[in-house]
């Protein structure tokens, strides 16, 4: 009967590493999904991150007196630069998630504020570079929460199959670890509805 | 003459067809030389057995009906599943398989000036073949020159090259290498990979368990040599002579699937050559390309899966033990290249000829000369006027839009806007009263931010421009498809027309984003009778003649002239009422999962009916198209000389 007895084992071993093949390619698919999505942030970042110094510039020629609100923008634009590059090496660890998501946060709040100098200066707003750049930046920033919607929802996918059942116990074993969501906590105090103008 | 898709597409099938029978021989020999082994095992068993007991002498025989059905039951039931696994896992779509290997996405909005090129060579191939833009894959890591071509059909191919190869060729050669490339996704060899990659699965698998069970065996039987424990000892042999002949057998298996797999993708090669050729009129493009390969050692890949890819690369990757080439030696690829005529290239005597280019003598005015027989003719395949039209196209996009095409979120808003009508006002009514109530705020900002942009857009660039925002729309999350296409939904109830183009358009971006692979695997049922389609023809040929035509008399002749095409195979009916918005859907979407032949007929009925007055208007070529792409059909650019300058 040891054959009988060798015929299951090898059916059991043979179920077993087919099954750890599949939490592994399944594992490795939604960290690709997740880095990929990473990517689709840091590209939008980063060009937001090369408007912020154009914006600063043109409204200096006319917001002079301004200057705490204007150091503060480019201020929180490089420490959101620098989270974002130290994030680059390590996307979905949830330190530097963090990190990026509290310096975006401190952005969008500086943000806020040059938006509400800006309509104290008429001129200011009338100006057609300046348009231009505001509007380049909300697009940017619709996309950055878009894609970060894509970011987060990978991550939730790629976390719940990694604490399921079987794949949490091989999960550690193959070296994937918890994965951080982005949260940029800011409320940007109702946002108006965009405005038609055709 | 050259073959159009249809003939490809059946050509692959019925090669499949014949490889099923090679392989199900092969799988048959390994049964065999298992049986004949595990019966000689068991009666040299026996007769060890009965030597040391004498007063029963059991004979055992040859034939052993229960080996028999243990051997068949266990080879088909592990290869079966180790094929069937591998062959799920790569028809999730081209960027499943990309992404097994190591590859990643290009960023869309990369600022390296290389990756740049690669993109836009893609997307101007894509638009002048007529598929959506494939997922756009690069092996950052590799330094050789080398691409593949993954996916299970059209709408869900991924493209992928090495960063040698956009490194080291100039635009023209890289534009051959994705010509190339695209080849193998119009002529359906990817499908024809998958399932040649999965039956080798299977045969390698036996080959694996055998290893294992070589080393188990060995192991138990070093363990218990000092205990001299009979029966574990002889269990261990027993492993040991299993391992054995399921490693030899499976191996020779795999052997010979190998060589068959091997001498199936070097006659596609050729003709990937041939169509590269074909399509980009230079044969210095790919040419070149393969002269810098010759100048490297060879296109070897680094990544571990390689051989799982190998004949679906550009140049060989894999060298050594077990290994046949799948690509054909480089001088002849080159000589077959450079010094032969372009019409006398191709495999098995089959010839291309000079492509017909629907339609090159156009008329001023928007209008295009074509004939139906150049549709079919054309599909498929692609000319050099065609990729230098495409090129045009994208390069006047208005740039802000051809940006839009890059972005997940300007991409969506971008086709709510495509699926809105053409007339700028009537756009504008419905974007003012319908969307605010259907749209998010991020998405309206970026609709009305675009809408800005869409008089710049000329009609003949509205379809390549869909076509454009394929890669972005696959990067939605399945929740953010989940809401896109229910927000479609609505956008298309707003205005209680039927309208062809919405429906094609919503088809096509459906494919886009679920993958032919998962959209099949939601919806098994096929069409294959010509009878049960009667009344899907009939809606969609109805629609297609009300459309085109604004005199009912004209309308009459073009359904007409499709009726007589159809003759035979399918009784239409004209219906001149209205037809209900999802009886539409539903047609289109059947006609979509219908065979090879039905599609053909489909398309061929379709231009006869466009084309009833033989000038086909630039928004009717857009239609035709947009049918096509909806049923899977890569037709290419429909040309007027007055567009190209």
Known sequence: MSWLALGIIGVVLLILIMMMVGIYNRLVRGKNQYENAFAQIDVQLKRRYDLIPNLVETAKGYAKHEKETLDAVVKARNTALSALESAGGKIGDPGAMQALGDAEAGLLGALGKLNVVVEAYPDLKANTSMEKLMEELSSTENKVAFSRQAYNDAVMTFNIARESFPAVMFAGMFGFTEVGQLDIRFEPGGREAPKVEF | MAMNFFEHQEKARRSTGRLVILFALAVGAIIALLYFFFAYFLVFKSAGESSSNTDGYREIGLWQPMTLIYVVGGTL??????????????????????????????????????????????????????????????????????????????????????????????????????????????????????????????????????????????????????????????????????????????????????????????????????????????????????????????????TKRASEISHMCFSSTISGFFSFATHPPLPERISRIENTPLEAIGPGGATLGAPLAAGVAGLAGGTIRTSAADVIASTGSVTKAGVEKAIHIV???????????????????????????????????????????????????????????????????????????????????????????????????????????????????????????????????????????????????????????????????????????????????????????????????????????????????????????????????????????????????????????
């Open chain 2, 77 to 302: 039931l592990c290869s079966g599943l180790a094929c069937l696994i591998k062959i799920v896992s790569l028809s999730d779509g081209g960027s499943a398989v990309a992404e097994m290997v190591g590859a990643v996405r290009v960023n869309p909005a990369t600022s390296d000036p290389q990756e740049r090129k690669y993109i836009n060579v893609v997307e101007e191939m894509a638009i002048a073949s007529g598929v959506p833009v494939p997922a756009i894959y690069i092996m950052q890591d590799e330094i050789n020159i080398n691409a593949f071509a993954a996916g299970y059909t059209v709408q869900d191919a991924a493209v992928a090259v090495t960063r040698g190869c956009i490194d080291s060729l100039n635009r023209d050669e890289l534009q051959g290498v994705v010509a190339h490339e695209f080849s193998h996704i119009l002529n359906g060899d990817m499908s024809l990979n998958i399932r040649l990659i999965g039956v080798l699965a299977g045969i390698l698998f036996i080959a694996i368990i055998g290893r294992i069970l070589l080393e188990v065996g060995a192991r138990s039987g070093g363990g218990r040599r000092g205990s001299r424990n009979k029966e574990g000892g002889g269990g261990a042999g027993a492993l040991l002579a299993i391992g054995l002949a399921l490693f030899l057998v499976g191996y020779i298996g795999y052997f010979f699937g190998s060589l068959i797999k091997a001498a199936v993708s070097r006659q596609r090669e050729f003709l990937a050559d041939a169509s590269a050729v074909q399509f980009t009129r230079n044969p210095g493009g790919i040419g070149g390309a393969l002269r810098q390969i010759g100048g490297y050692a060879d296109g070897e890949l680094e």
């Open chain 2, 395 to 645: 390069a006047s996009l208005p740039a802000g839009l051809a940006e839009a095409a890059q972005h997940p979120l300007s991409a969506s808003a971008l086709v709510y806007l495509l699926i809105l009508p053409e007339n700028k006002k009537e756009r504008r009514k419905l974007a003012r009263t319908g969307l605010p109530g259907i749209l998010g705020q991020d998405e309206l900002g970026e609709l009305y931010r675009l809408e800005k942009l869409m008089p710049g857009l000329a009609a003949h660039a509205r379809l390549p421009l869909l076509e454009m925002c394929a890669p972005a729309l696959r990067n939605l999350t399945s929740d953010q498809a989940r809401e896109f296409t229910g927000r479609i939904e609505r956008i298309v109830k707003l205005d209680n027309e039927v309208d062809l183009r919405e429906f094609c358009y919503i088809t096509m971006i459906e494919f886009c984003l679920y993958g032919n692979g998962r959209l099949r695997r939601k919806n098994k049922k096929r069409y294959k009778n010509f009878d049960e389609m009667a009344g899907d023809f009939s809606c969609v040929l109805s629609v297609l003649a009300t459309a085109g035509h604004s005199d009912p008399g004209q309308r009459t002749l073009s359904f007409e002239m499709a009726r007589s095409l159809l003759a035979g195979r399918v009784k239409l009916r004209y219906e001149t009422e209205g037809i209900p918005v999802g009886e539409l859907r539903t047609s289109i979407g059947r006609l979509a999962r219908s065979s090879v032949r039905i599609r053909e007929a489909l398309l061929s009925a379709a231009s006869h009916c466009v084309l009833a007055d033989d000038t086909i208007e630039v928004e009717e070529a857009e239609l035709l198209r947009a049918l096509a792409h909806a049923v899977g059909v890569p037709v290419p650019l429909f040309l007027a000389d007055t567009d190209i300058d």
